[in-house]
């Protein structure tokens, strides 16, 4: 597609839901990051896919956060048993993967946990 | 540990003005690369700029000019007669430039700018 894709736009989900975040890199990019923005802050790392590898995953803060992309162009972000300070806008990014290769953010999916 | 700081957290002025959005950042490595991205109501980040840490010539493009100094770790970005289209929220952001990492980036907390007609 011309951009990164994210879906859903908005989710809500009751504390101890499970939820699945999904993004559509920009084809042919190499690199998918997933970032975590917290309302009024700067976005933070979260993990790093370089086609399917898992590389990077440092950022996740709990267990409950895991992430997937197996083929490696669309990845799957999902949390299970939802809670309260899960709430943020979770963004995508995708890059060709070369050093210093600027990124290309998805408009992100914003996740409230009620 | 690498860290970008942007001091000021929102800033108003009126349409034809001239900013400047500040961002210092802190690295150990001596090779990284230094951005600008643009946040819309809309959400998605912009990408504006990209400057690696052995070029510190300036950059002008259209009405946005960026002014990097090594010496005082900051990467400054100026918007010359301000439009109202340009208010968003902008990050600076760093990246080590290694493979291992893929280009991850540390963002600052960002800026608001607002920009009245």
């Known amino acids: 597609g011309a951009g990164v894709s994210q879906s859903p736009r908005y989710k809500v989900a009751k504390r101890g839901q499970d939820v699945a975040l999904r993004c559509d890199p920009i084809?042919?990019?190499?690199?998918l990051f997933w970032y975590q923005q917290a309302l009024g802050q700067g976005p933070e790392f979260l993990t790093y896919?370089?086609?399917?590898?898992?590389?990077?995953k440092s950022g996740l803060p709990s267990d409950r956060f895991f992430a997937e992309r197996p083929e490696g162009s669309v990845s799957t972000l999902k949390i299970q048993r939802t809670q309260q300070e899960d709430s943020a806008v979770y963004l995508c990014?995708?890059?060709?993967?070369?050093?210093?290769?600027?990124?290309?953010f998805g408009s992100g999916t914003q996740l409230s946990v009620l | 540990a690498q860290k970008v700081t942007q001091a000021q957290t929102e800033i108003s002025v009126v349409e034809k003005e001239d900013v400047t959005l500040d961002c210092v950042y802190e690295?150990?490595?001596?090779?990284?690369?230094l951005f600008w991205y643009k946040q819309p109501p809309s959400g998605e980040l912009v990408f504006l700029i990209r400057?690696?840490?052995?070029?510190?010539q300036n950059e002008i493009s259209g009405r946005y000019s960026w002014n990097f100094q090594k010496s005082t770790s900051s990467f400054n970005f100026t918007i010359t007669a301000s439009q109202v289209v340009d208010s968003a929220v902008y990050f600076c952001?760093?990246?080590?430039?290694?493979?291992?990492?893929?280009?991850?980036?540390?963002f600052g907390a960002g800026t608001i700018l607002r920009v009245k007609s």
């Open positions: 990014a995708s890059s060709r993967g070369g050093w210093g290769e600027k990124l290309f």
């Open positions: 084809s042919g990019h190499v690199s």
């Open positions: 896919f370089q086609n399917e590898a898992q590389l990077d």
């Open positions: 690295t150990r490595d001596t090779t990284y690369y």
């Open positions: 400057r690696n840490s052995f070029d510190e």
């Open positions: 952001a760093l990246s080590d430039a290694t493979m291992e990492y893929g280009n991850k980036l540390v």
